[in-house]
């Protein structure tokens, strides 16, 4: 089982500023990470996958990076709306998914 | 718009049974495969379960493998998840979501969109 750790467990940054989150993975994964936002009371909603490809719609302030065990997450210029809990997940093995980081703006 | 649509969950007790429902609108159900994703109440996400498109795959998590079924019906555009021998750890938001890619009938398992979720709650 991949196991994968999210950093940090909180953040909370203002509007405009940027937002850089950590997901490690228990062992090397390729590039098969994908990041998902999830506001409260809704579903999840896929940002990046393959590490750093953008879904469709997805604003070009979400940009993913990194392979093998260390992967990040940065959200630049920061909005209100971007407040929300941000999940990694893999697809190496079995989907798994990170503990996620809640984003406070 | 691709929408996809939960039913089926409910309060049930430990041991009892519930089959979930993902009815599937504004894509051609048939050629993606599927899959169910829980999350229990304030935790986090746990995949459960997948199904490539004409059902020949399927893959369960090592927690509901031998209690859940994942079935589809691309007449009806439907996804099922058959859940059998209920546990009090089972409660969770079910949610069905389709793959991004769907390459030889085989999801890659990259999971958007996803539905609106469906309330599993087992207790006693």
């Known amino acids: 089982e991949i196991v994968l750790t999210q950093s940090p467990a909180t953040l909370s940054l203002s509007p405009g500023e940027r937002a850089t989150l950590s997901c490690r993975a228990s062992q090397s994964i390729s590039s098969y990470l994908a990041w998902y936002q999830q506001k409260p009371g809704q579903a999840p909603r896929l940002l990046i996958y393959d590490s750093s490809d953008r879904a469709t719609g997805i604003p070009a302030r979400f940009s993913g990076s990194g392979s093998g065990t260390d992967f990040t997450l940065t959200i630049s210029n920061l909005e209100p709306e971007d407040s929300a809990v941000y999940y990694c997940q893999q697809r190496s093995s079995w989907p798994s998914f990170g503990g996620g980081t809640k984003v406070e703006i | 718009e691709v929408l996809l649509v939960e039913s089926g969950g409910g309060l049930v007790k430990p041991g009892e049974s519930l089959r979930l429902s993902c009815t599937a609108s504004?894509?051609?159900?048939?050629?993606?495969?599927m899959n169910w994703v829980r999350q229990a109440p304030g935790k986090g996400l746990e995949w459960v379960s997948s199904i490539s498109t004409v059902g020949s795959f399927i893959y369960y998590a090592d927690s509901v493998k031998g209690r859940f079924t994942i079935s589809r019906d691309n007449a009806q555009k439907s996804l099922f998840l058959q859940m059998n021998s209920l546990r009090v750890d089972d409660t969770a938001i079910y949610y069905c979501?389709?793959?991004?890619?769907?390459?030889f009938g085989v999801g890659r398992n990259w999971f958007d969109p996803w539905g609106q979720g469906t309330l599993v709650t087992v207790s006693s």
């Open positions: 504004g894509f051609s159900f048939s050629t993606y495969a």
């Open positions: 979501a389709r793959d991004l890619n769907t390459i």
